[in-house]
């Protein structure tokens, strides 16, 4: 079993044990009392709760998951299709994001509506990178060093990149991404 399946027996377990504990306090009427019995968390009953818990967890991940990949694809250029499958697919069978100097569109612009004085409006230190298959783009002008500022914007795309891989494993799973299946997540026609 792994790590995250435990961790979710032991927060259902919890939560069972809300749902199912004896009311504290005087709810109104003075009725008799019924005591029940604890409720058995090997029982079919529970186990069946549970396991329809993690079935609806894991809808709820894939229907997260395939609303981002909406979001992030909303107005993906059909022309780059040829490049980006591949490169999610690949990504996805080496378990990170591949990531080549030619696919990298890196601009240096003057940063804005910081502080930093004269020298802002001087020197083109904020950092814009796009990586071309994907259309995933960040920018970064926290420092007033160039040079830092590419570090930070390199590190961004890459942790843009690797969620964007995580929507797609937890959305097709083991299957191999296709054209298709961008083309139904963006509504175009193909």
């Known amino acids: 079993m792994s ?14 044990d809300e749902l199912f504990a004896e009311p504290s306090g005087h709810s109104g009427g003075g009725g008799k009392k019924r005591k029940t019995a604890p409720r058995d968390p090997k029982s079919e009953t529970a186990k069946r709760k549970r396991e329809e818990a993690i079935e609806a967890s894991q ?19 059909e022309n780059l299709l040829e490049m980006y499958v591949p490169w999610v697919n690949l ?7 591949m990531i080549d100097e030619i696919d990298l569109e890196e601009n240096f612009v003057r940063s804005g509506k910081k502080a930093g004085g004269q020298n802002v409006n001087k020197v083109s230190s904020a950092v814009q990178l ?6 995933i783009s960040v920018r970064n002008e926290e420092t007033r060093d ?19 891989l995580k929507d797609w494993k937890t959305y097709i799973g083991d299957n191999e991404m296709t054209k298709e299946m961008v083309r139904q997540l963006t509504g175009a026609k193909g």
């Open 59 to 77: 809808e709820n991940r894939r229907e997260e998951a395939k609303e981002n990949l909406e979001k992030t694809l909303e107005n993906f250029p």
């Open 146 to 164: 160039q040079s830092k500022n590419r570090q930070n914007a390199r590190a961004g795309l890459e942790s843009k990149l690797k969620e964007h």
């Open 91 to 97: 990504s996805l069978e080496n378990g990170q994001p």
């Open 3 to 16: 790590e995250q399946t435990a961790d979710f027996f032991e927060k259902y377990a919890d939560l069972e």
């Open 130 to 135: 796009k990586h071309i298959p994907t259309n």
